[in-house]
């Protein structure tokens, strides 16, 4: 691994009055030739990693990265047109899902469910499965209880949701850093894309943005509503983060709710469809039919997968047809049975409903997604390029 030097060339702007033919020639270039914006290095993993055709993806716990769940699952990518994986390297809880060296500031966040990282991604790399690093950001138990200063307090403890589930605090740069920098370490090892996800608020943080003890850092005194105040957080998080991780050439993803795409915003989470698009390679809306209430007139989406995509996929090409660089559209989508809906309110989603989804998205034009089952166990004989 090392890092690689990029020449640049950089020019004062000024001169003075009388100015030689050689300052003259400086300045041209200044004006001219110098691009906007040059990284100064360019970091080489030693991997060489091909983007494919589009990518056709699967979600990857850390413990089936680092298992015999791994062999399986690159079995199926052999032997389909799927060519990707999305692997946890920080977790939901806010575990690092491998060992960093002693030295490391995650040290003692880390698990040895990957207990040899290189080995993975060497075996991605004979095999050209793409690499994808999944980091959960701001949902992170662990370090809401490790730094409570940088989580939200009830009462004078740290705050959890229905599912014991702490959150750390979007507007604290102190929080930004940390996730950039196992992004970075994720970068390093050869990973060619960091995803983050649960890049917001905590779910109906409206409704007790008011009551909860926590800093709004340097957003303190900006004179914005607090929904305002909550979208611009997290957006200058994802651009902050973009920036950051420029010099390891890797691309940067953001999963965030698809009904988020058919409002102007979402004014707990302070998601803004539109303004993440604008700083992201990769914008991964999670559509999975299950978690639709009755919406685009369709009264049970579970049941209609084909259609629910379908009208989800017009509306979102809609949005990213507005922007001025629109980043790649890759959607999730279902691969697990919803039975908590209740009889009468879902399907068994096998082969038929998989690939109903993925005809979806290729009639709309979108030919890149992601399948996701937690237990990582994908229903076999899907045609993947239907």
Known sequence: MCVLPIQTVSAESGGSPVESNHEKRNLSLSKKEVPASA????????????????????????????????????????????????????DDHGYVTYEPDASSPYAEVGQPYIKDPKSLLNTMEEKQIYPIARIVVFKDTVLANKKPELSYKDGGKVWKNGRGESFVNPFLK?????????????????????????????????????????????????????????????????????????????????????YTATLPEAPGIGQNFSK????????????????????FGISKPDLEPY???????????KKLAELKNPPISRPWLQDFTASWLGSGNYKVYGKAEIEAQIKALNDQGINEFLLWDAGNSYTEGVDYTP
């Open 307 to 317: 259609e629910l995509v379908t009208e989800y996929a017009k509306l979102e090409n």
């Open 174 to 258: 102190e929080v930004w850093d940390y996730n950039v920098g196992i992004a970075i370490e994720a970068a390093k090892m050869g990973f060619q894309e960091i995803q983050f996800d649960y890049v917001r608020f905590p779910e109906g943080f409206e409704k007790r943005d008011k009551e909860l003890e926590y800093s709004t850092g340097d957003y303190t005194d900006k004179g914005k509503d607090n929904v305002q105040k909550r979208v611009q957080a997290v957006t200058d998080f994802v651009e902050y983060a973009h920036e950051q991780l420029e010099p390891y050439g890797v691309k940067v993803s953001v999963d965030i709710f698809g």
């Open 39 to 90: 990284p100064r290095f360019v970091y080489d993993s030693g991997y060489s990693f091909n983007y494919p055709d589009a990518i056709r993806g699967v979600y990857v716990t850390g413990h089936s990265a680092g298992g015999e769940r791994f062999s399986k699952l690159t079995d199926l990518i052999d032997s389909t047109d799927l060519n990707a994986m999305v692997i946890d390297i920080k």
């Open 276 to 295: 993440i698009s604008e700083h992201v390679d990769v914008i991964s809306s999670m559509i999975y039919p299950s978690h639709w209430t009755p919406y």
